[in-house]
């Protein structure tokens, strides 16, 4: 199984990035696929996560301004980061699991997003 995120880069405050993460070897439609981000001297903590029957989860310091959306065409999860403050600055991570209960299972190498004030 892997899983490849892109996308990251430098922005300002207010504006956009898109992130995209690609799977291979996985059952797609099966799985729960989930953002993460980890800050500096901080822990990993969840950001967003899509269903296999497409309902979506947001932690509350991104809902409203964040959409995280599947395409079981491409096998691939997108992250739609809109309003992104310096807060949201941190390398994003996705992964895929079975449930929420058991966690994320696999996860990808992660993706540097930088918001400047």
């Known amino acids: 199984v892997q899983l490849q995120a892109s996308g990251g880069g430098l922005v300002q405050a207010g504006g956009s990035l898109r992130l995209s993460c690609a799977t291979r070897g996985l059952p797609f439609d099966r799985y729960l696929l989930g953002w993460y981000r980890q800050a500096p001297g901080k822990e990993r903590e969840f950001i967003a996560a899509v269903t296999w029957d497409n309902k979506s989860y947001y932690s509350d310091s991104v809902k409203g301004r964040f959409t995280s959306l599947r395409d079981g065409t491409r096998n691939s999860v997108y992250l739609q980061m809109n309003s992104l403050q310096a807060e949201d600055s941190g390398v994003y991570y996705c992964?895929?699991?079975?449930?929420?209960?058991?966690?994320?299972?696999?996860w990808g190498k992660g993706t540097q997003v930088t918001v400047s004030s």
């Open positions: 992964g895929a699991g079975e449930s929420f209960r058991d966690g994320m299972l696999h």
